[in-house]
């Protein structure tokens, strides 16, 4: 597969995978829920997905929507490097530890998932309702980078800055939104959080067009911004996200319609998990 082969097939997977996903907005007392179906342990959504995602790895993704395989150094040398990143990341097979499992490898394919989403966001209505996205944050190197989880510049009039947290807890999605709400406290409280985002958007400004990125100075996030958070976790587990959510939603300092909640429930969880980690494997090495 040479460089411009790649660059074709991952633009073709993310276009089927976008015209698979459909979207409803639940307004709630305290935020919006983004419904999302299509999601699946089906072989071409599989597929779609891993293809992304090893794109994400390799670096042909790049921060503002556009796919790079050129990017890629394509010698044996290039090619094995690819390969050693995403057995990295997700180990040589599914015979793993469990605490591998659900503290680097899931929460790594979790976060890689709604990256995937941010990037077909503006394909697909009501993914990002508060503003159209122009430069997606990449997501960590290492699983266990404690740092933002997600991060995009998005223009709704002025630009703005959404700022996501992404849990994978099979059981409980209740704690993935504590736990993320925590971090949301801190944006404006804590100074190293403040440093992260800062950087973050001196990273993402260069993507931007001039005249945009003349406006991405001086905080002016603290006046736009949306925070998102997105509980992953096992369809059996049912939850009403239309209900208020007072104690951790409703402290949020954004307006209600700024405040995104995206509840992946995922049918057979650790199935849906093992096959993409497979399908990755199994593409990479048809690069």
Request: net charge negative.
């Amino acid at each position: 597969m040479n460089q411009d082969e790649l660059k074709k097939l991952i633009e073709s997977e993310v276009e089927s995978f976008s015209k698979n996903i459909d979207v409803d907005i639940l307004q709630a007392q305290t935020h919006h829920s983004i419904l999302i179906t299509g999601i699946e342990n089906q072989s071409s959504i599989i597929r779609s997905i891993a293809v992304y995602m090893v794109g994400l790895i390799s670096h042909a993704i790049e921060a503002n929507l556009q796919v790079r395989a050129d990017l890629i150094e394509y010698t044996e040398v290039g090619k094995e490097e690819i390969v050693q990143s995403v057995i990295e990341t997700i180990g040589e097979d599914n015979n793993l530890n469990q605490d591998f499992k659900e503290d680097e490898r899931n929460p790594w394919l979790a976060e890689a998932l709604i990256h995937l989403l941010l990037f077909i966001s503006n394909r697909v209505k009501n993914l990002h309702p508060v503003g159209e996205v122009l430069v997606v944050g990449l997501v960590h190197d290492d699983p266990k980078d404690k740092g933002l989880d997600l991060t995009a510049l998005y223009q709704s009039g002025t630009l703005g800055l959404t700022i996501g947290e992404c849990k994978a807890y099979k059981l409980n999605p209740n704690r993935a939104i504590s736990n993320a709400m925590e971090f949301f406290d801190g944006v404006d409280s804590k100074r190293k959080t403040g440093k992260r985002i800062r950087s973050q958007v001196q990273t993402l400004r260069n993507f931007l067009p001039k005249e945009l990125s003349m406006s991405a100075t001086h905080g002016f996030w603290k006046n736009e911004r949306c925070f998102l958070t997105t509980p992953v976790y096992d369809s059996s587990i049912t939850k009403d996200w239309s209900r208020s959510r007072k104690k951790t939603l409703g402290s949020l300092k954004v307006p209600i319609d700024k405040r995104l909640v995206i509840p992946l429930a995922i049918e057979g969880f650790d199935e849906f998990f093992d096959s993409l980690a497979d399908e990755m494997r199994v593409f990479v090495r048809e690069i």
